[in-house]
């Protein structure tokens, strides 16, 4: 089984491989990147104009499984990101019941082979039932085959039981992502503390939450010599923080979404909770602050935090709706649109932090089209203007706050393994 793709611009960030060429999958491998390959008995689609990446890597998802697959579940999230041009996802263990036990990931990854589109990596939870107390059979996890660990949604309160798991995935060089909100500070809080949360009159989650969070973690990470990701980063001093500590050579990697990089809490209205989202939706200082994180390096990759809800729990009042947001099908255009075709950020960035970057945070044999890898190759068209429109959704998430934008770019093939999941928005 051959597939040629013939004409596009082929970008290949690990290599810093940039050009117009043909690229040959065979038996679901990259078998050869080249101009001009013969066609011979191939599949060929003329993909001129349009750019070729390997699969986009989401390190941050919420696919609901098990208990809560009325917002989610494995098909519906991993066709949601086929459609959005992401190949491999990892999904956060914030279920119910916590995925904390080998016996969970195991059934999981099955789960994934049964009825995934893309590939769906298990993050295990830090702490038993993500309680911040006992530390949950992170060994035993590893072996089972999670990719990672975190406590996603919840803040670790006792430092002595984060610096536990760090000494204790240093033997496995596993990765702890680091929900940052310092709790007793955020407590009833639905938004970004400052003005507009005083216009509203609305209680708010104030970034020194997450500076003092970050700071804490970075500097456990740094006194026990482990790795530590942040994830949705969305202050700026705490990019600073991430900044600095790299610089000592601290071994800390870090995510920001769309969302934080382009909307400000002035979009939040009391009566459309799309926007609640924890941490929530900060200022244009820390949006600016967050891109120059993302330029210099001090921020890793660009995650969705996709986060389904269910529309009649997104429906009631913004104090009493649920956070979050799906995010895997507006990912790309958010990126597109609002940073590359303003001018603000150029391709290859946000190629690199969507690809060949988050598979290094977790080691992941992923995002290159090194001759050889697996054929996980995204067909985006940068110029393809579109409408985002809940009902051409995948995901089982109605509510975002980009519906109705009219977005410039576009994934429009995704092939898993050489095999393609989706053309023209319509998923296999
Ligand atoms: N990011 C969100 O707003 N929501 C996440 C959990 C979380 O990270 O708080 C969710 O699981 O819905």
Redesign the pocket.
Known sequence: MKVLLKGGRVMNPAVDFDETADVLIENGKVAKIAKDIPTDDADVYDVTGKLVTPGLIDLHV?FREPGQEAKEDFESGSKAAVAGGFTTVAT?P?TNPVVDSAALVRSLKKRAEDVARCHVEIIGAVTKGQQGKELAELGDMVQAGAVAFSD??HFDPTAKVLLNAYDYLHAFDKVIIN?EEETSLVEDGVMNEGHRSAMLGMKGRPTVAEDIAVARDVMLAEYAGARVHVA?MSSARAVDIVRQAKKRGVRVTAEVTPQHLTMTDDCVNLYDSSTK??PPLRTQADCDALLAGLKDGTIDAIVT?H?P?AQEEKDREYMFA???FPGLETSLGVMLTDLYHAGKLDLKTIISKMTWEPAKVFKLDAGTLNVGSAADITVIDPDKEWVVDAKNFYTKGSHSPFIGRKFKGKAVMTFVDGKMMMRDGKVK
């Open positions: 919420h956060m914030n996603d949604g929900h949705h989202i924890n935090d986060s809800h649920p956070s979050g």
